[in-house]
């Protein structure tokens, strides 16, 4: 059974309605994904550049390489363990932040 079942219809302007479906389009989201978050107290961000993904990626693919090699240098005890896992847990944050700054809904100013 469907989660959301109550129709809400209103009027805009047609300046406000081309002011609305520009700020959809910018968000990547669907219009009611985007109004959703209004509701929820948080502004969507734009859509963020193509160039964020694959960057995103990479970084993904670096950060599994560092697991891999801490994992055979806490076998071999060949590296300076504490200080690699500090490194990893920079980049770990690294990540988040910029997922954060750039994909995530910021909460509405009051």
Do not use: C
């Not at 969507?44 to 694959?54: G, I, K, T, V």
């Not at 670096?62 to 980049?91: C, M, P, T």
């Amino acid at each position: 059974m469907r989660k959301r079942n109550v129709h809400i219809q209103f009027w805009l302007s047609r300046k406000e309605s081309e002011m609305l479906n520009k700020k959809v389009k910018r968000s990547g989201l669907s219009l009611s994904a985007y109004l959703r978050h209004l509701i929820n107290g948080v502004v969507p961000r734009d859509a963020p550049p193509p160039d964020y993904y694959a960057m995103m990626r990479e970084l993904y693919r670096i950060g599994s390489n560092l697991n891999q090699i801490a994992q055979k240098a806490h076998i071999l005890n060949a590296v300076d363990a504490q200080r690699y896992d500090e490194d990893v847990r920079r980049l770990e944050s690294a990540v988040r932040q910029i997922t954060a700054a750039v994909v995530e809904p910021k909460p509405m100013e009051k």
